[in-house]
């Protein structure tokens, strides 16, 4: 069975502190790893990472998928409050169509 | 363009009534997702459609749940005789492609469904 872990389930930083989630899997014929950020309900997509991309950076947010290790972090510099989400991980394998989400970590930034 | 829209975005019901919830792919996504967010948890898969090919209800937690594609577009998930354990965020996506792609999920906003 598939399996996502996330790691911290919670975190609490100051502006401007940079952080680092991961994101560990166990998934039959790995085909992409997801990110995403839940604010309020629905899910914003972040970024996807695949065996041909397993590096991707837009803004602050940065992500790396280390397929040997079976694991994915997602890092965040210079954060602001308005980071303060649930981070999600999703792993795609292709015993299914549908995507396995771990447990998120919820982030929660101060000024 | 727009994105994923679903409706409504609340509903608070009584044990043992029927609801119905709605979603609204994004125009030109094939496949179409069904999951379920209890408080705490991660999301949970419920349903997939992908164009007219036989839905994947492998994740349906019982027959009290079921789910309608009509004309490849609009979806509406059913549960029967609600319960209170199903109360929770019901979320939609919508995607591109089929299962042998590797495509993101765009996820509409869901209904949160109260059972009192």
């Known amino acids: 069975e598939d399996k996502v872990v996330q790691s911290p389930l919670s975190l609490v930083v100051h502006e401007g502190d940079t952080v680092t989630l991961n994101c560990s899997y166990e998934?039959?014929?790995?085909?992409?790893l997801l990110w995403y950020k839940q604010e309020k309900k629905a899910p914003t997509f972040l970024f996807m990472l695949?065996?041909?991309?397993i590096e991707k950076k837009s803004g602050r947010l940065s992500s790396i998928l280390d397929k040997k290790e079976l694991s994915s972090i997602l890092n965040i510099t210079a954060t602001q409050t308005g980071d303060s989400a649930i981070y999600l991980c999703?792993?795609?394998?292709?015993?299914?169509?549908?995507?396995?989400f771990g447990k998120g970590t919820s982030l929660l930034v101060t000024p | 363009g727009a994105g994923v829209s679903q409706s409504p975005s609340n509903k608070v019901t009584e044990k043992g009534k029927d609801v119905e919830l709605r979603c609204d792919p994004i125009s030109g996504h094939t496949a179409l997702y069904w999951y379920r967010q209890s408080l705490g948890q991660g999301l949970e898969f419920l349903i997939y459609f992908q164009g007219n090919s036989a839905p994947d209800k492998s994740g349906l937690p019982s027959d009290r749940f079921s789910a309608e594609r009509t004309g490849g577009s609009v979806s509406t998930l059913t549960i029967q005789r609600t319960q209170q354990e199903d109360s929770a965020v019901y979320l939609c996506?919508?995607?591109?492609?089929?299962?042998?792609?590797?495509?993101?999920?765009?996820f509409g906003p869901g209904t949160r469904l109260t059972v009192t």
């Open positions: 695949t065996s041909s991309g």
């Open positions: 996506a919508s995607s591109f492609g089929a299962s042998s792609g590797t495509y993101e999920q765009y």
């Open positions: 999703a792993v795609k394998g292709d015993s299914g169509y549908a995507l396995n």
């Open positions: 998934v039959t014929n790995f085909r992409s």
